[in-house]
């Protein structure tokens, strides 16, 4: 609902992921394409339909069940990082892994940092990085997991073309090392193409499917 009444930001939207399929969702600027994204990982929640998600319907479970299914099951990475700034990048990969009980949390970020060329940088905070490291730390905490799935929001939105370029070829190389399905969201169509599918939304439907290059 917004101010001015509901707003029907997705609409008839019936899409099949299957597992370890690369797809990427395209198309322009408020076509719905992070909506989608957040609908999949349980981020946000379906007014109508369903949305399935290894074995669970994910809009009939509370927040507290999405939560633990996102933590055991899932790794997103979005445009902007989202570190703890009063956090190493080991401390940062690590915590969600301590949370969820992981007793080798700190070797299993240590084992995805180096994973992302940031053996070097382990100890240094978010502010003592760039923006491309940063981006890294972000990929490595949600790979740490070893995630099923893998959600990536504009993962380049906010890099350089030759940081962006490193991170879009780690984010592959992380989906294929783990076996997991990766959804992408993104502008750019040569990224698209690297898809095993490229799905364009506009105002909100799927308005084209096909088979990547």
């Known amino acids: 609902m917004g101010n001015a009444g509901p707003v029907r930001i997705l609409d008839a939207i019936t899409l099949d992921v299957h597992r370890q399929e690369t797809v990427g969702l395209v198309g322009p600027s408020g076509s719905g394409k992070s909506s989608l994204l957040m609908l999949m990982g349980g981020l946000e929640k379906a007014t109508g339909g369903k949305v399935l998600a290894l074995g669970h319907d994910l809009t009939a479970m509370t927040e507290d069940q999405l939560a633990r299914l996102r933590r055991d099951h899932f790794g997103v990475v979005f445009q902007s990082f989202h570190l703890i700034p009063t956090m190493t990048a080991l401390e940062n990969v690590a915590t969600p892994l301590e949370l969820a009980g992981d007793a080798d949390a ?16 382990m100890n ?9 490291e940063q981006q890294r730390v972000a990929l490595a905490r949600a790979a740490a ?10 993962p380049t939105g906010n890099l350089d073309s030759v940081s962006g370029a490193a991170i879009v070829d780690l984010l592959f190389g ?22 095993d599918r490229v799905i364009t939304l506009s105002d909100g439907r799927i308005s084209e499917t096909e088979a990547a290059a």
Request: net charge negative.
């Open 106 to 121: 700190f070797d299993r970020a240590e084992e995805e940092l180096k994973a992302v060329g940031l053996s070097a940088r």
């Open 124 to 132: 240094h905070y978010p502010s003592e990085l760039s923006g491309g």
């Open 145 to 154: 997991p070893r995630p099923d799935i893998l959600l990536a929001d504009e």
């Open 174 to 195: 992380l989906r294929e090392r783990h076996a997991a399905t990766l959804v992408l969201v993104t502008h750019a169509p040569d990224l698209a193409r690297r898809c």
